[in-house]
């Protein structure tokens, strides 16, 4: 659902359990927040944004893969 935190996770050479431990997300809340099922609060935005030390703005880097396919 948010292809740029895949793109980043593949950037730091990491996988989504460790972000998990970094950021400090239950394992698999943090995959149903990935997923869209639930949301994902501005805390664990900049938490997650933090632990994969990207530069990317928030707003980008949860851009989610339907908008940008309907802005295009």
Do not use: H
């Not at 970094?22 to 944004?49: H, P, Q, R, V």
């Amino acid at each position: 659902m948010y292809p740029q935190i895949d793109v980043e996770l593949v950037k730091m050479r990491m996988t989504r359990k460790d972000l998990s431990k970094k950021t400090g997300i239950a394992y698999n809340t943090l995959l149903l927040k990935l997923s869209g099922k639930t949301s994902i609060t501005l805390d664990e935005s900049f938490a997650i944004k933090k632990a994969l030390n990207s530069r990317i703005p928030v707003e980008d880097l949860f851009e989610k893969s339907n908008e940008s396919a309907k802005g295009a």
